[in-house]
């Protein structure tokens, strides 16, 4: 059974920064890829971030020079650092974890992001 949970996460004022953690348990062999989404209120569930098990990188338009996904095969963990947020940040974030191997896909709880401006 593959179980995400991730870090707090916070209120921050705009402009500030803010890091996210995923850790992973479980059987994960094989090729994933991990990431973050997020869902604002009234809003649908939208990609910001993933990285494959290659070090692949992708991440939405809207995030991209102020957000970094990384990960840590060894300890099955993935980050995501934000900086200069934005009140349009505020979201409750994410993590996933997709297996191409079996095609089977997992989420984490979720963690509330609030930017005040």
């Known amino acids: 059974q593959v179980q995400l949970v991730e870090s707090e996460g916070g209120l921050v004022q705009a402009g500030g920064s803010l890091g996210l953690s995923c850790s992973v348990s479980?059987?994960?062999?094989?090729?994933?890829?991990m990431g973050w989404f997020r869902q604002a209120p009234g809003k649908d569930r939208e990609l910001v971030a993933t990285i494959s098990s290659g070090g692949n990188t992708n991440y939405a338009d809207s995030v991209k020079g102020r957000f970094t996904v990384s990960g840590d095969n060894v300890k099955h963990t993935v980050y995501l650092r934000m900086n200069n947020l934005k009140p349009e940040d505020t979201a409750v974030y994410y993590c996933?974890?997709?297996?191409?191997?079996?095609?089977?896909?997992?989420w984490g709880k979720g963690t509330l992001v609030t930017v005040s401006s």
């Open positions: 996933n974890l997709y297996s191409w191997s079996t095609g089977s896909d997992y």
């Open positions: 479980g059987n994960i062999a094989g090729i994933h890829r």
